[in-house]
């Protein structure tokens, strides 16, 4: 048996006809960016989010950077935010020509440590980029009392958690603005490139939208020094016929996440931890991922028997070459540093067949029998 990481094709037989139907009229209409489909697209993320302004914008990664340009983020500023995440999240605040504060996170949930962002704290501190690993959200209720009670900006990187909660509360809703990555493998996936920026205020809504288009407004009038990043209207046809799904495809991850961990527990406890869902949160496992003894043996074990897994992520931002003249060295955020050599996301997408579960868990037990 051969499982692979993400499968989209069963997904994209549910939404084959419906998706032709809404790429035509994109066709026919000959209107290819930011129309009708980008402003719908917009309003709904923005509802989905409890906000009041949706931005379209080319990808995630730009979604970041440019709610910190628009947020008056600049050179000499420092931002502190997780180092155990994707590369955009530090990437982006480097761009803005500001300063990566990397810290650690909880152990429990891998998302960062509100302890460490308070400490981290110092006279050029101007924003907390809290992202949301794996689908799970960051504590935003200790984070957003943190960027209160110090004046900050604090800023969502969600790229993996779309519909996620905590407690009443929806992404977005407790920070300065929120960021979604569109790319294809996300929960809710372009067929390309795709991302957007959600937030109340109205006034950096509007600065996000000038950016995005070159800085300009009226058109050929250049205010700032913007960047053609812009969200297509055939990725936002797509999106808006997925958009429905996506609770539903939310709960089938739940539930292929709740059989992985009854059934590893059972089996396997002794060597694995399984993902924890705190009290009070509404987690969308964009990835499942364990916590494992000897991980590059098990992911070695498991593909010879045709199971995909992935490591997110196996070198942490403070360790990264391109961030060397910060200062960081190995030992500096032991927390982060230590899952970075432990974990392990095995295979997780709506699709997932219990057979297909049955078969990585038997493989799983095999290994540390």
Not at 111 to 131: F, L, Q, S, Y
Not at 287 to 308: H, M, P, W
């Amino acid at each position: 048996m051969k499982i692979p990481m993400l499968d989209l094709s069963e997904q994209y037989q549910t939404i084959k006809g419906e998706l032709f139907e809404e790429l035509d009229k994109v066709m026919s209409s000959s209107q290819f960016i930011l129309g009708s489909n980008v402003k719908k697209l917009e309003a709904d993320i923005a509802k989905l989010s409890n906000v009041s302004h949706g931005v379209g914008v080319g990808n995630g990664s730009d979604a970041i950077h440019i709610a910190l340009q628009a947020a008056g983020i600049k050179e000499g500023d420092e931002v502190i935010t997780s180092a155990f995440t994707f590369f955009a999240t530090g990437g982006a605040i480097a761009r803005a020509n500001a300063t990566p504060v990397f810290v650690d996170i909880d152990p429990i949930s891998f998302n960062i440590d509100p302890k460490k962002v308070e400490e981290a704290i110092t006279e050029k501190t101007r924003a907390i980029i809290a992202v949301h690993l794996y689908g799970q959200m960051a504590d935003m209720g200790s984070l957003h009392q943190i960027a209160k009670k110090h004046n900050l900006l604090l800023i969502e990187d969600a790229a993996q958690a779309i519909g996620a909660m905590q407690y009443d509360k929806n992404v977005g809703e407790l920070s300065t603005a929120a960021t979604y990555s569109f790319f294809p493998t996300k929960n809710l996936g372009a067929y390309g490139d795709g991302g957007m920026i959600v937030t109340n205020d109205a006034v950096l809504a509007e600065s996000m939208r000038i950016i995005r288009v070159h800085g300009s407004k009226p058109k050929y009038y250049h205010q700032v020094l913007g960047y053609n990043s812009r969200l297509d209207e055939i990725q936002a046809a797509v999106l808006n016929v997925k958009i429905p799904h996506l609770r539903l495809w939310s709960e089938q991850r739940r539930k292929h996440a709740k059989y992985y961990s009854k059934q590893l527990q059972a089996k396997v406890e002794k060597y694995i931890t399984t993902p924890t869902e705190l009290e009070g949160f509404y987690h969308v496992y964009h990835q499942y991922t364990l916590r494992v003894e000897r991980r590059d043996e098990l992911q070695a074990f498991l593909k010879e028997n045709g199971i995909a897994t992935m490591v997110y992520y196996p070198v942490p931002l403070h360790l990264q070459p391109v961030f060397y003249e910060l200062g960081y060295k190995e030992g500096h955020l032991p927390i982060t540093e230590k899952a970075a050599k432990e974990v392990l996301s095995l295979p997780m997408f709506p699709e997932l067949k219990k057979e297909q579960q049955d078969y990585v868990i038997s493989k799983i037990e095999e290994f540390y029998a």
